[in-house]
């Protein structure tokens, strides 16, 4: 079996037969038998008391306790017990899924660059994974010597992984993608560059109120189009990630951590750093959330199929029953505009004749080399591809828009997610069986 991990809950949190709970009389026996029920005798002992990958509450029970321990002795374990909680605790911080989180550590930690930012988070995080590896092992050797197992039980096969263990690990690339979420919560309103932790995360898009980002807007309606190439439409996500690195950092650094951002991606060969971060945020970024928060998103994604010729994040919270509407209006349809005027001027324009075919040079038909010709072509072939796309996805937003879809935040994300999918019309969201298919964790 793995070893086992316990931790501390605060008020708020509830248990079950899947996930018990012990109760202790003060917070003196409570920090003591945490240390002692996360140490190596405990493994030691589970391994064959419960050689399974499951531990339950009459396995925990059956864990020897050496009576009549000398209160130095319990306080001192109990005290190391206390500063993990809160070396966790204080690394939670940065974490966007956790409870305590208040921002990523990032640009606040330096004035120069994002680079010089990861590097110091990362020097944090690295300290706080030395110090619980200290703890660990010296509350490790407290319990073999008091239970006589020093033969048979070695405090340096402590886990050396210890962030890794609380699930805290994250490297430079790691940190990158958080701060792209984080970007993104700050363009929904769900968190600001002007004060810690969570700002909006209420019913409706009520109440919210934009003077509360004021070195970084929040988006007016919520709803931030993905789109693989910059057609200018208003609050495009990949644009305003270039606003949010030139305000979050000293704008004169503003290309060197674009490129920074570009390089942790990973870029295609001849591919531009924003180009680059336009590209994840369109294939990557939604992958990346699903994990982060467990097929349990709180941005949705809005596409309208394989070519992605529309896509965009909405906010939970800030959903209301005129969104899709909006989307619609604000979004797609201009969208629609702009591909067909795009088309127009690869083909050229119908001629006064107004015979089927007949049409004045184009950029295609002005292509000065066969290869720009073709490039051209594969341009013209793909933008029809993604007008015929589109143009169902319209169809099927218009019917949902009708409908005027409310959302009840108590029946969770899986639930509500369900609402925007019918076998009559198809999915306007991205990965509905990922998300409405498996058992509900909420």
């Not at 809950?9 to 109760?23: E, K, Q, R, T, Y």
């Not at 796309?389 to 997610?417: P, S």
Request: charged share 25%; aromatic share 10%.
């Amino acid at each position: 079996m793995k070893d086992i991990a316990l931790r501390a809950n605060g008020p708020g949190f509830l248990f079950d037969s899947g996930g018990s709970s012990m109760f202790f009389a003060s917070p003196l026996e409570m920090y003591y038998y945490l240390g002692l029920l996360n140490s190596r005798i405990a493994t030691h002992y589970m391994r064959f008391l419960s050689p399974t990958i499951n531990v339950n509450a009459g396995d925990l029970a059956r864990i020897p306790i050496v009576p009549n321990v000398g209160s130095n002795q319990k306080a001192s374990v109990a005290a190391l017990s206390e500063r993990a909680i809160e070396l966790v605790k204080e690394a939670s911080s940065f974490f966007e899924e956790r409870w305590e989180f208040a921002n990523p550590g990032l640009s606040l930690a330096h004035s120069g660059g994002v680079a010089s930012s990861i590097e110091h988070r990362l020097g944090c995080l690295r300290e706080t994974a030395n110090e619980l590896s200290r703890i660990q092992k010296t509350v490790d050797v407290s319990f073999i010597e008091l239970y006589g197992l020093g033969n048979e039980v070695e405090a340096d096969s402590a886990q050396e992984d210890e962030l890794g263990h609380s699930g805290l690990q994250v490297d430079s690339k790691g940190l990158i993608h958080r701060l792209l979420s984080y970007a993104i919560g700050c363009m929904m309103g769900r968190y600001s560059l002007d004060k810690p932790g969570l700002i909006y995360a209420r019913s409706g898009n009520q109440g919210f109120d934009p003077n509360q980002y004021k070195t970084f807007r929040a988006d007016d309606d919520g709803i931030i189009p993905l789109l693989e190439s910059d057609w200018g439409i208003r609050d495009d996500a990949a644009n305003r990630f270039v606003e949010f690195i030139g305000v979050a950092w000293p704008k004169e650094h503003l290309e060197e951590n674009l490129k920074f951002v570009a390089d942790s991606l990973g870029p295609n060969n001849g591919e531009q750093p924003r180009d680059t971060i336009r590209r994840y945020l369109a294939t990557g970024f939604y992958k990346h959330h699903l994990s982060m928060y467990k097929k349990r998103p709180i941005y949705w994604l809005f596409s309208s199929g394989k070519q992605r010729a529309f896509q965009c994040l909405v906010y939970l919270h800030r959903y209301n029953e005129g969104t899709l509407a909006r989307m619609r209006t604000e979004y797609a349809i201009p969208l629609m505009g702009k591909f067909t005027a795009r088309l127009e001027q690869l083909e050229g324009k119908p001629k006064k004749s107004g015979k089927p075919g007949d049409r004045e040079g184009g950029d295609i038909d002005s292509a000065t080399s066969v290869p720009m010709r073709r490039k051209l072509e594969k341009e013209r072939d793909a933008i029809k591809k993604q007008i015929a796309e589109l143009q169902e996805f319209d169809a099927r937003l218009r019917h949902y828009a009708d409908q005027r879809i409310k959302l009840d935040l108590d029946d969770g994300v899986k639930v509500n997610y369900g609402k925007f999918s019918d076998p009559d019309y198809g999915d306007i969201l991205a990965d509905v069986k990922a998300i409405t298919g498996g058992s509900s964790d909420e």
